[in-house]
């Protein structure tokens, strides 16, 4: 009985020392930003939305956070969404790619843009590698994002098919330093005016804000940005100072979406999302 009640008291003293985001309420309170809505923590290999699978949960909730989104501007369309994080590890790439497979399965022209240039993991979760630059290895890609930034090639030569209809991705590219400097180019801002004729909907997966700039210099081209926040994952204090960097460079911060949320703990905020109902 004591063992049991030390316990219980241990739990709810490490629950007090938790100094990170949880909750959408933590969200309001600290870093005063909309909610779009929160993301369950689901088992491996369940958090992708699958062509086969239109009417699972993770289809719904990205059904309905679309719906969300597209009430966060009264005025003109966020046709060009950036999706970041305050770090890594908090699920921005693998919402950028949900918000685009949804769209695309609901018969909308979306491009993919992975201008995560260092860590290009959503060319990965594509089946596109970098070329290896220390073999001979063929490449599987011909050129990206990168590529196109420094001049090498046009834009037709960067936008690939995917094997979901409607849905095209434009790959990190070839590894370069600079990657600040070409975000902030005239041809990136250039690439956006065209690629608005392109497509309904642009997507664009940018690194994680507090380790690099380029997000913050991103942040300030696009229509509007989505911040994820991993639930447990990202201490307040960083998150306040990733909101404070995108907003000191005006970029339009569209809400935020709370991912990974414990199962005990998304029965409570179930109005954010209402798909269990």
Same mark, same amino acid.
């Given at each position: 009985?004591?063992?049991?009640?030390?316990?219980?008291?241990?739990?709810?003293?490490?629950?007090?020392?938790?100094?990170? +985001?949880?909750?959408?309420?933590?969200?309001?309170?600290?870093? =005063?930003?909309?909610?779009? =809505?929160? +993301?369950?923590?689901?088992?491996? =290999?369940?958090?992708?939305?699958?062509? !086969? /699978?239109?009417? @699972? *949960? +993770?289809?719904?909730?990205?059904?309905?956070?679309?719906?969300?989104?597209?009430?966060?501007?009264?005025? =003109?369309?966020?046709?060009?969404?950036?999706?970041? %994080? @305050?770090?890594?590890?908090?699920?921005?790439?693998?919402?950028?790619?949900?918000?685009? &497979?949804?769209?695309?399965?609901?018969?909308?022209? $979306? +491009?993919?843009?992975?201008?995560?240039?260092?860590?290009?993991?959503?060319?990965?979760?594509?089946?596109?590698?970098?070329?290896?630059?220390?073999?001979? !290895?063929?490449?599987?890609?011909?050129?990206?994002? %990168?590529?196109?930034?420094?001049?090498?090639?046009?834009?037709?030569?960067?936008?690939?098919?995917? /094997? *979901?209809?409607?849905?095209? *991705?434009?790959? #990190?590219?070839?590894?370069?330093?600079?990657?600040?400097?070409?975000?902030?180019?005239?041809?990136?801002?250039?690439?956006?005016?065209?690629?608005?004729?392109?497509?309904?909907?642009?997507?664009?997966? @940018?690194?994680?804000?507090?380790?690099?700039?380029? #997000?913050?210099?991103?942040? @300030?081209?696009?229509?509007?940005?989505? $911040?994820?926040?991993? %639930?447990?994952?990202?201490?307040?204090? %960083?998150?306040?100072?990733? &909101?404070?960097?995108?907003?000191?460079?005006?970029?339009?911060?569209?809400?935020?979406?709370?991912?990974?949320?414990? !199962?005990?703990?998304?029965?409570?905020?179930?109005?954010?999302?209402?798909?269990?109902?």
């Amino acid at each position: 009985m004591v063992g049991m009640i030390v316990g219980i008291g241990l739990a709810f003293f490490l629950e007090y020392l938790d100094n990170t +985001i949880r909750t959408p309420m933590d969200v309001k309170t600290h870093l =005063g930003l909309n909610i779009l =809505g929160i +993301i369950p923590k689901f088992t491996e =290999g369940n958090f992708f939305i699958k062509i !086969e /699978e239109p009417n @699972s *949960i +993770i289809s719904e909730v990205f059904r309905l956070l679309r719906n969300n989104l597209r009430y966060t501007s009264l005025f =003109g369309e966020n046709k060009i969404i950036m999706v970041t %994080s @305050s770090q890594k590890m908090e699920g921005k790439t693998t919402v950028t790619r949900n918000f685009a &497979v949804s769209a695309a399965l609901q018969g909308k022209s $979306v +491009i993919l843009i992975d201008a995560d240039m260092r860590k290009m993991t959503l060319s990965r979760l594509f089946g596109i590698k970098r070329k290896n630059i220390d073999t001979d !290895e063929a490449p599987q890609l011909s050129a990206g994002l %990168s590529d196109y930034l420094v001049g090498e090639v046009q834009l037709n030569d960067i936008i690939q098919k995917t /094997e *979901i209809n409607g849905l095209r *991705i434009i790959p #990190a590219g070839t590894r370069v330093p600079n990657t600040a400097e070409l975000l902030q180019s005239s041809r990136m801002r250039e690439l956006l005016v065209l690629l608005k004729n392109e497509a309904d909907n642009i997507y664009i997966d @940018s690194p994680p804000v507090l380790p690099i700039v380029d #997000a913050t210099i991103l942040g @300030s081209e696009v229509d509007g940005v989505v $911040v994820v926040v991993g %639930s447990r994952l990202v201490a307040i204090e %960083s998150a306040k100072d990733a &909101v404070e960097r995108l907003r000191h460079t005006r970029s339009n911060i569209l809400g935020c979406i709370v991912n990974m949320v414990k !199962e005990r703990e998304v029965g409570y905020y179930r109005h954010y999302y209402g798909y269990y109902e």
